[in-house]
């Protein structure tokens, strides 16, 4: 059993995150391989999953069908989230660990209580041009693949 939705997302999925990881890599002259599973980067790789499969389920079901319709609807507030909530999240996470270092604050983790200084994952929402590159991505994988 095939089904060009589901491999369309995950193969953009996947295509999104290499891409990221390479990216990272360029940038920042290390491969950091949690890239690969990360959220935030370039490019986004939720918008990539949920528009490669809303192109594939336009392609494979009809324009006129429900499931386009309920994965435009479900792509819309994927990105609208990742640019938008999940970003200001992260900007949150990056002031606040500058907080942290200047202070010093230890925070207590999970049910042990152990204290440490632990810092808040900042890579998790997008900008305007990661989420455009997610979009990009998504396109082209979910265009690559031939309808079954």
Same mark, same amino acid.
């Given at each position: 059993?095939?089904?060009?939705?589901?491999?369309?997302?995950?193969?953009?999925?996947?295509?999104?995150?290499?891409?990221?990881?390479?990216?990272?890599?360029?940038?920042?002259?290390?491969?950091?391989?949690?890239?690969?599973?990360?959220?935030?980067?370039?490019?986004?790789?939720?918008?990539?999953?949920?528009?490669?499969?809303?192109?594939?389920?336009?392609?494979? $079901?009809? &324009?006129?069908?429900? @499931?386009? #319709?309920?994965? %435009?609807?479900?792509?819309?507030? !994927?990105?609208?989230?990742?640019?938008?909530?999940?970003?200001?999240?992260?900007?949150?996470?990056?002031?606040?660990?500058?907080?942290?270092?200047?202070?010093?604050?230890?925070?207590?983790?999970?049910?042990?209580?152990?204290?440490?200084?632990?810092?808040?994952?900042?890579?998790?929402?997008?900008?305007?041009? $990661?989420? &455009?590159?997610?979009? @990009?991505? #998504?396109?082209? %994988?979910?265009?690559?693949?031939? !309808?079954?």
């Amino acid at each position: 059993m095939f089904n060009n939705v589901i491999v369309s997302g995950i193969l953009a999925w996947l295509a999104a995150q290499i891409i990221k990881t390479v990216l990272h890599a360029v940038k920042n002259d290390k491969v950091a391989l949690e890239r690969l599973v990360g959220s935030g980067g370039m490019p986004s790789s939720h918008t990539a999953t949920v528009v490669a499969s809303m192109i594939a389920a336009g392609r494979t $079901e009809g &324009l006129k069908s429900s @499931v386009f #319709g309920l994965s %435009v609807i479900v792509a819309v507030i !994927v990105i609208y989230d990742a640019m938008n909530v999940r970003r200001a999240a992260g900007l949150h996470a990056r002031e606040l660990n500058t907080i942290n270092r200047l202070f010093n604050f230890r925070i207590k983790e999970g049910t042990t209580g152990k204290e440490a200084i632990k810092e808040l994952n900042e890579f998790l929402g997008h900008t305007p041009l $990661e989420v &455009l590159g997610g979009i @990009v991505v #998504g396109t082209a %994988v979910a265009l690559l693949l031939p !309808v079954k």
